[in-house]
């Protein structure tokens, strides 16, 4: 009889692969580094923001805008192995900011919602959760963060909540093929990164 790899040891390793990721992405110090890195006991969703978290503006933050700027481009191909042939340009409606990136076998979606405050964040944060629905096992991205049931990643830092909506990618994508949940971990970790004081 085969044994098949339990699912917690793919996320493991997932994990460990886009940790590597984030040392080698945006500002690739590793005091910059450091401060994105999350344990398992921060990544509970009452965790809280960061002394410099800003409310929800008129314009998106820094931040938010950063998912779909040159650099996180370059940091995403480098990560997935393959660039985009086309990002779409970025939206701005009520307060989410979202871009898609386009290749030529399937497209995936990041979306930064900013909220004013802690509670709203969660509030946003548990919602989504239970409209997406998750799977087992926290991710120690951000301040809280999960796998949803189609393999989407969601992650909670300060005051905004970010989806990496990969429902439009093949099961596997990038080079070298890799589970779609496992590439939307990794485009996760590279713009958390990048996040980093931001």
């Known amino acids: 009889m085969v044994r098949r790899p339990r699912r917690s040891i793919v996320v493991v390793a ?8 984030v040392l080698a992405g945006c500002g690739s110090s590793t005091s910059t580094s450091s401060k994105t890195q999350t344990s398992t006991a921060d990544a509970s969703p009452t965790a809280g923001p960061s002394p410099t978290a800003q409310p929800a503006g008129v314009n998106p933050s820094e931040s938010a805008v950063m998912v779909c700027a040159p650099e996180a481009q370059n940091e995403i191909a480098g990560t997935l192995g393959v660039p985009a042939t086309q990002v779409t340009p970025p939206t701005w409606i009520d307060h989410l900011y ?9 497209s995936f979606v990041v979306l930064v919602k900013e909220l004013d405050n802690l509670s709203e964040t969660i509030a946003y944060y548990n919602a989504t959760r239970a409209r997406l629905g998750a799977r087992p096992g926290p991710l120690a991205l ?3 963060a999960f796998v949803a049931t189609d393999g989407s990643i969601v992650v909670r830092k300060d ?15 990038g080079s070298p093929p890799q589970d779609r949940s496992d590439a939307g971990l990794s485009v996760a970790a590279s713009v958390m990164n990048c996040w980093s004081g931001a």
């Open 14 to 21: 997932g994990l460990l692969v886009a940790g590597a990721l």
């Open 98 to 106: 979202s871009c898609t990136y386009e290749y030529p076998n399937g």
């Open 142 to 144: 951000g301040n809280a």
């Open 159 to 173: 005051f905004k909540v970010m989806t990496v909506d990969v429902t439009h990618l093949p099961q596997q994508f």
